[in-house]
């Protein structure tokens, strides 16, 4: 498709459990975003990747928040041991990147992670 | 640290009136800055953006925003509202590599 892609859309698993959830950008998207939005917030910033790297990883919560780009355009949130309060919608994002801040970010439709 | 702070929550309004939504920024550098907009169950889409050059610029659907650098605001204004307009509305800041920094978000209702 066209836009961003998520998978999956709706994610429920027990507390302490491991989770991966995929993000596929916009083909030739060079960067790559993963936000985390809990009810009546705005997109919280995690992590952001250009190309294969972490260009800035400060928004990760914790070491339980890994991220993955291995190839430069697929990316995969991994979450270790959940957490009840890790519940959310789980946003990717992707543009052309660059350094001047400049290009909007496109978002994919977001993972709603429930940990029970 | 870069913030941004949206000032209303929630916001309701008849057809037809007009609309001005706040945002401030916190950040002394150069700044791109962006309205966007999630409608009931889509992702966030863009609304308009504002990166240099005139500060009043324009975007779709009849929105307009206004960067006021000693203000460090970038308000949201429409002059007429529709009922398709209800939304929640989320002002970001863009700096630097790329890193953008979301307000809380609003929520606009607006009744027929």
């Known amino acids: 498709g066209a836009g961003v892609s998520q998978t999956p859309s709706n994610k429920v698993t027990e507390k302490g459990k491991y989770v991966e959830l995929r993000c596929d950008p916009i083909s030739g998207h060079t960067a790559l975003y993963w936000y985390r939005q809990s009810l009546g917030q705005g997109p919280e910033f995690l992590i952001y990747?250009?190309?294969?790297?972490?260009?800035?990883d400060s928004g990760l919560p914790n070491d339980r928040f890994f991220a993955v780009r291995p190839e430069g355009s697929v990316s995969t949130l991994k979450i270790q041991r959940t957490e009840r309060g890790d519940s959310a919608v789980y946003l990717c994002?992707?543009?052309?990147?660059?350094?001047?801040?400049?290009?909007?970010?496109?978002f994919g439709d977001g993972t709603r992670l429930s940990i029970l | 640290a870069q913030s941004v702070s949206q000032h209303n929550h929630h916001v309701i309004l008849s057809e037809a009136a007009s609309l001005e939504l706040g945002c401030n920024y916190s950040?002394?550098?150069?700044?791109?800055l962006f309205w966007y907009v999630q409608y009931p169950g889509q992702h966030l889409q863009l609304l308009l953006k504002y990166f240099s050059g005139d500060p009043l610029v324009k975007g779709i659907k009849g929105f307009e925003a206004e960067f006021i650098k000693s203000k460090f605001s970038f308000n949201l204004r429409k002059p007429s509202v529709q009922w398709s307009d209800t939304a929640e509305y989320f002002c970001a800041l863009a700096y630097n590599n790329n890193d953008m920094r979301f307000g809380a978000g609003t929520r606009l209702t607006v009744k027929p």
């Open positions: 950040y002394g550098g150069t700044v791109n």
């Open positions: 994002a992707s543009n052309f990147g660059g350094t001047r801040g400049n290009q909007p970010q496109h």
């Open positions: 990747f250009q190309g294969t790297g972490a260009a800035d």
